[in-house]
């Protein structure tokens, strides 16, 4: 079925540090990820995409690395900010849709 | 450009009652989508829209409708309000569509949370 598994659920890292979240998707068919951030009470934003011809595709302190043989991508933050304290979900397109995996809050300390 | 707006922010219903959310886009959006949130759920697809006069069911369809006469609105009807149906709301709309020749960003609106007695 078309399903999207995210972990962890929760991520404390401390400032500076590089955080991880994982994802592996059940179709092999799906060609785009995208990963978007939401802070508290605000809507979901786009912060970096892969097409599955890309290996991996950095944007700054954010990367995003995908598996098309195991199906899975990452997205890998460093050097941690207080500002990157969010929600983040990563989803995968289904033909017509986008099926979003359930979300990691990112806690960054300082 | 507005983006996407979405109204009312905010609404309480009593069960069996029924209401419309609202989405528009200025962007000349072909897709167009409804997802609601819930804890621990991430978002999930109601319904979706590729263009004008074509709609298709998302993850959770039941006890929604919607409907696309123009390219600029995606209202969502609820028929019968039930309290499963507490949750946040965001439209969203992506140019081209997730299919076709583009893979395109979605712009979500600000949400709709919907409270059901």
């Known amino acids: 079925g078309e399903n999207v598994e995210q972990h962890p659920s929760t991520l404390s890292v401390q400032e500076g540090d590089s955080a991880v979240i994982k994802c592996t998707y059940s179709?092999?068919?799906?060609?785009?990820f995208p990963w978007y951030k939401q802070e508290l009470g605000k809507r979901p934003q786009l912060i970096i995409d892969?097409?599955?011809?890309?290996g991996e595709k950095k944007d700054q302190r954010i990367a995003v690395t995908l598996n098309k043989t195991a199906k899975h991508f990452s997205l890998h933050i460093t050097e941690t900010q207080p500002e990157d304290s969010a929600v983040y979900f990563c989803a995968a397109r289904y033909g017509n849709k986008l099926v979003f995996g359930a979300g990691t809050i990112l806690r960054v300390k300082s | 450009n507005a983006g996407v707006t979405q109204t009312p922010k905010f609404q309480v219903l009593k069960t069996g009652q029924s209401m419309t959310l609202q989405c528009a886009q200025d962007?000349?959006?072909?897709?167009m989508s409804w997802y609601r949130q819930d804890p621990g759920m991430g978002l999930r697809l109601i319904h979706y829209?590729?263009?004008?006069?074509?709609?298709d069911q998302g993850e959770v369809p039941n006890g929604y409708n919607v409907s696309r006469s123009t390219t600029e609105d995606f209202p969502l009807r609820l028929l019968s309000a039930a309290p499963s149906q507490t949750s946040v709301y965001f439209c969203?709309?992506?140019?081209?569509?997730?299919?076709?020749?583009?893979?395109?960003?979605?712009?979500f609106g600000p949400g709709t949370r919907l409270t059901v007695l």
């Open positions: 962007m000349n959006h072909e897709y």
């Open positions: 969203a709309s992506s140019r081209g569509g997730t299919s076709g020749s583009g893979y395109n960003e979605q712009f």
């Open positions: 179709d092999s068919a799906s060609n785009y």
């Open positions: 829209s590729v263009g004008a006069g074509i709609t």
């Open positions: 892969i097409r599955s011809n890309v």
